[in-house]
């Protein structure tokens, strides 16, 4: 069998992505390989939403060139964003790649690879393709949470951003395709979902007839062995008030939502085009904690977007403190090829957004810190996954609102359970507990327990 080495950068949809290529090529006798100087393809998905994303690409290849002298036969592909970004610069840049392709190339990708095997000169694949849901061909069945996209693409145009570029136009798969894949998941004993999409709750809308995600996430409730359901990213404009009911009302949807702010001040926020004002998001975040007791919130941020002032940057930490998210993922503001804030002419130094985004993690982690010790006494519901990094004798599993707990199983076998478990130390990132018991309740008794 000759055999692949799969390298993926970026989201989780990326992950989606590779599993899916890996699922392909199993069936064209590539079998996966952890490693890179034995493999005869070497795939690298790739991620353009930073620079400093695309340098690490650039550099992993850099190191590949010396293989290849090694095996001439080695076939190098790239795929994913920056592929679709970048197109023939990799070509230019990388002159030991044999194949760039696109996401919406994916369901040939067998096809590619020995078209570029074939032709010993490069590939080079970026055009629009149809939307296919790729179901059924997961290559490890032997896991308990799986990402599931349900649409493809972003219509917002923030002026940040390359996923416009990169994905395409908004694209949502139909309902019953996405149950079956689903389901066929729950067969294989995964227990959690994650629906995904770059703007996940605009799910829909294009489809005929019309539906939404507060639908689509019912029919997911009613698939046996599923335990929990979660989804990725919302855009604040697109939150609706029959999606905030869902996340009350619909016993297997987690309490917890990332909803990325990006900036606190309304000046940003204009130049942005988020669609949406400081208040807006403040009135959105009421009906949430109002709603669904017990959320746990997290968002993105960036620092030092262009024409940032420091009473700009104070306004995103006042939203921060005020609102209290959970956890939060800040970026430097990052200039992309072909959006519009890369050419807006008040760039913020690399100082001052340094500087600018170790505040917000300081901030970030304080407030985190505060949050986890109100936890300290709680009872909470657990899904076990695994063993704690720092000690393997402890068992590891998260909470519906996403927090890990390490905690001692007895011994016990408990992978893939849910579990009560009484949260006794909170540490800076996780925390610590007792098990209490295992629980047997699905529904809407296990409210109980929220975490
Ligand atoms: N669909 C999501 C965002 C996907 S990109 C949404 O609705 O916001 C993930 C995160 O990367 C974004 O939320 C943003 O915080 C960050 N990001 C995107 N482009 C960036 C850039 N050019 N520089 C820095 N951070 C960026
Ligand atoms: Fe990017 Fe804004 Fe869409 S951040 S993914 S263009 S919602």
Redesign the pocket.
């Known amino acids: 069998m000759a055999k692949l080495h799969l390298i993926t950068y970026g989201c989780q949809m990326n992950e989606y992505d590779s599993e899916r290529v890996a699922g392909l090529l199993g069936r064209q006798q590539y079998e996966l390989t952890d490693r890179e100087d034995e493999a005869d393809l070497i795939l690298i998905n790739t991620c353009a939403i930073r620079e400093k994303a695309e340098e690490k690409v650039f550099s992993r290849l850099g190191r590949l060139r010396g293989l290849k002298q090694k095996n001439p036969g080695l076939v190098i592909g790239v795929m994913g964003c920056m592929a679709q970004l970048q197109q023939s610069a990799i070509l230019e840049r990388a002159p030991e790649v044999d194949l760039v392709f696109g996401s919406p190339s994916i369901s040939r990708v067998g096809e590619l690879v020995e078209r570029a095997r074939r032709e010993r000169r490069p590939v080079l694949e970026t055009g629009e393709g149809a939307l296919v849901k790729l179901t059924g061909i997961l290559p490890r069945p032997d896991r308990l949470k799986a990402f599931v996209t349900v649409m493809e693409g972003?219509?917002?145009?923030?002026t940040?951003?390359?996923?416009?570029l990169t994905?395409g136009r908004e694209r949502s798969h139909a309902p019953e395709s996405i149950l079956e894949e689903i389901r066929g998941l729950a067969e294989q004993g995964y227990r959690e979902v994650t629906l995904l999409g770059?703007?996940v709750n605009a799910y829909g809308k294009d489809l005929t007839p019309p539906t939404d995600l507060a639908a689509l996430i019912e029919l997911v409730n009613d698939i046996d062995g599923i335990e929990r359901i979660r989804f990725t990213?919302s855009?604040p404009v697109n939150l609706t008030s029959r999606l905030i009911q869902a996340l009350r009302d619909v016993p297997k949807a987690c309490e917890y939502l990332h909803l990325?702010l990006?900036s606190g001040s309304d000046r940003i926020l204009e130049r942005m085009n988020?669609g949406y004002t400081r208040a807006r998001y403040l009135e959105l975040i009421a009906d949430l904690q109002e709603t669904v007791p017990g959320l746990a919130l997290s968002t993105d941020l960036i620092a030092g977007f262009p024409g940032e002032t420091e009473a700009d940057f104070e306004a995103t930490v006042e939203m921060v403190e005020r609102v209290g998210y959970d956890s939060l993922f800040a970026f430097r503001y990052s200039p992309r090829p072909r959006t519009p804030a890369a050419e807006f002419p008040d760039q913020v130094p690399d100082g001052d957004k340094a500087r600018r985004l170790s505040r917000l993690l300081e901030v970030a982690n304080a407030i985190q810190a505060r949050k986890n010790a109100a936890l300290e006494g709680r009872e909470m519901e657990i899904l076990v996954d695994g063993v704690s990094k720092k000690d393997p004798r402890q068992l590891a599993g998260r909470t519906r609102c996403n927090r890990v707990v390490n905690f001692d199983g007895g011994g016990r076998r408990l992978y893939g359970e849910l579990v009560r478990v009484r949260i006794t130390q909170a540490m800076p990132h996780s925390l610590r507990g007792t098990l209490v018991g295992e629980s047997a309740m699905i529904g809407t008794e296990r409210r109980h327990y929220v975490g």
């Open positions: 972003c219509d917002k145009y923030c940040f951003c390359v996923v416009p994905r770059q703007n990213t855009n990325p990006q988020r």
